[in-house]
């Protein structure tokens, strides 16, 4: 089972950042946090990820709580073709034997 | 980043019949290479993981039988459908992970469907 909640859906506007909350409570201090997204009828694609420290990359932020109990994706100036279902998914470093495993994740549409 | 392609990215086939997926890790060894199944309007769901030489590792439920996964080569591995039903129409994705990293990438998908 997926070790995340994530909101079903998100809308933004677009040129706006937008912003998706993840929880993860019961991760563990050797778990990172990774995002993917899936534009429709396309295989996932890499955004970001991170342990502890906030990450930035030419995607996205991601901003993990102190407590690394939750965490935010943040699209700095959101465009129509971000629309795409955000997945949040947490793995650790010491269980690379295991995949990914993807929660229902959240919609995000971007609005003209 | 690492690249991984999947062909067909599309496939008609009439019921009965059999259909074949490949995925391939185009600048990278992958080890190990996993193949999803998603449904319309839901999750990437694991159907089996494979690793180089060895057989696949079936998640519960996917019969082993119906899906054959092939990993001949630290760049190639494939998904037969066998027998193929309406209800088999899926999106089909492989990821392939890199070692040492152990990052995983996903292909583009292949959209099955049985008429």
């Known amino acids: 089972d997926a070790k995340t909640t994530q909101p079903t859906s998100m809308d933004c506007a677009e040129g706006r950042a937008a912003n998706l909350p993840c929880n993860h409570s019961t991760i563990s201090g050797n778990e990172y946090v990774y995002w993917y997204r899936q534009i429709h009828s396309q295989g996932p694609q890499y955004i970001i990820h991170?342990?502890?420290n906030n990450e930035t990359n030419e995607m996205a932020s991601l901003i993990i709580t102190e407590d690394r109990k939750s965490s935010t994706l943040i699209l700095p100036h959101a465009t129509l073709r971000d629309t795409a279902v955000y997945y949040c998914?947490?793995?650790?470093?010491?269980?690379?034997?295991?995949?990914?495993?993807f929660g229902p994740g959240t919609r995000l549409s971007v609005l003209p | 980043g690492a690249v991984v392609s999947q062909h067909p990215s599309w496939v008609i086939c009439k019921s009965g019949t059999s259909v074949k997926i490949e995925c391939r890790s185009l600048?990278?060894?992958?080890?190990?290479m996993f193949w999803y199944r998603q449904f319309p309007k839901q999750s990437l769901m694991l159907m089996a993981t494979?690793?180089?030489?060895?057989?696949?590792?079936?998640e519960q439920g996917v019969e082993k039988d119906k899906f054959l996964i092939n990993h001949a080569s630290l760049t190639l591995s494939t998904l037969t459908v066998t027998s193929a039903h309406p209800e088999d129409s899926s999106f089909y994705i492989c990821?392939?992970?890199?070692?040492?990293?152990?990052?995983?990438?996903f292909g583009p998908g292949t959209r099955l469907t049985v008429t």
């Open positions: 494979s690793n180089e030489g060895s057989k696949a590792t079936y």
């Open positions: 990821s392939a992970r890199e070692p040492p990293t152990y990052e995983q990438y």
């Open positions: 600048d990278f060894q992958a080890t190990t």
């Open positions: 998914i947490v793995r650790g470093t010491l269980n690379y034997g295991q995949n990914f495993v």
């Open positions: 991170g342990l502890k």
